[in-house]
């Protein structure tokens, strides 16, 4: 190395005080290709951080920015800008995000993507191992009467006649979507406007039943308005 400093004091090793508003305090500019320009080595890390980024301020503005990572480059060869990778085979949590306050109108994560065309904003995907786990889990165990929503899907152009809001693709001969809790309903359609299709079907196979003149084998429950109604239905033979 071109510098190495060396402390076994247990003090602080290097501090940089700066009283410019304006200037940067510390500028690190290198040419690395395939090496790094900075590593940080903690191995020995229990409850410290191997990296600490702390402010106190209270009048950061729209372009402010606690911690900014800018890519400027228009393209990257199919490379990734930042990623947290972790060998954990255990309970870890590999990333957290944590809100300490209220935050009243605020928002924990915001996604920007207003140029995306083709592209995709939020990916999850190399979930081939799965057993027992979930792939995404929203969970809450709020009290509160309000009319708050856990998941809030909204497309919000009258133009955007193909859309699909929701798409799922399920290979395996299994349920698609499936309802439980200790509540008697499952999906309410009520805010679907009168004479609006509620759900889609495709054409069942024929049958020579006659509905006259053959009983029921039983009933599907459902609401309309509120009420609940009954529908029959047959056996196949």
Excluded at 72 to 93: C, F, L
Excluded at 113 to 127: E, K, M, P
Excluded at 208 to 232: H, L, M
């Amino acid at each position: 190395p071109s510098i190495e400093v060396e402390n076994n004091a247990g003090t602080t090793v290097f501090q940089v005080l700066a009283s410019a508003t304006t200037a940067a305090a510390f500028t690190h500019t290198v040419s690395t290709t395939t090496g790094n320009g900075m590593i940080l080595t903690a191995n020995a890390l229990t409850t410290g951080s191997g990296l600490s980024v702390n402010s106190s301020a209270t009048a950061i503005t729209t372009t402010g920015r606690l911690l900014e990572v800018f890519h400027t480059g228009a393209t990257s060869t199919s490379g990734v800008i930042a990623e947290i990778s972790s060998a954990a085979a255990d309970e870890t949590v590999v990333c957290r995000i944590t809100a300490s306050a209220a935050l009243a109108g605020g928002v924990l994560m915001d996604l920007s993507a207003a140029a995306v065309t083709t592209g995709t904003v939020l990916d999850i995907g190399g979930l081939d191992a799965l057993t027992t786990g979930v792939g995404v889990q929203i969970e809450s165990d709020s009290a509160d009467t309000g009319a708050w929503t856990a998941l809030n899907i909204v497309v919000d152009n009258t133009a955007a006649t193909a859309s699909k809001p929701v798409a799922i693709q399920n290979d395996a001969d299994t349920y698609s979507i499936t309802c439980t809790g200790a509540t008697t309903k499952g999906i309410d359609l009520s805010a679907l406007s009168a004479g609006e299709a509620s759900i889609n079907f495709v054409d069942g196979s024929a049958s020579s039943i006659d509905p006259s003149a053959t009983a029921e084998s039983g009933w599907i429950n459902i609401a309309v308005g509120g009420t609940i109604k009954y529908v029959p239905y047959y056996a196949a033979s």
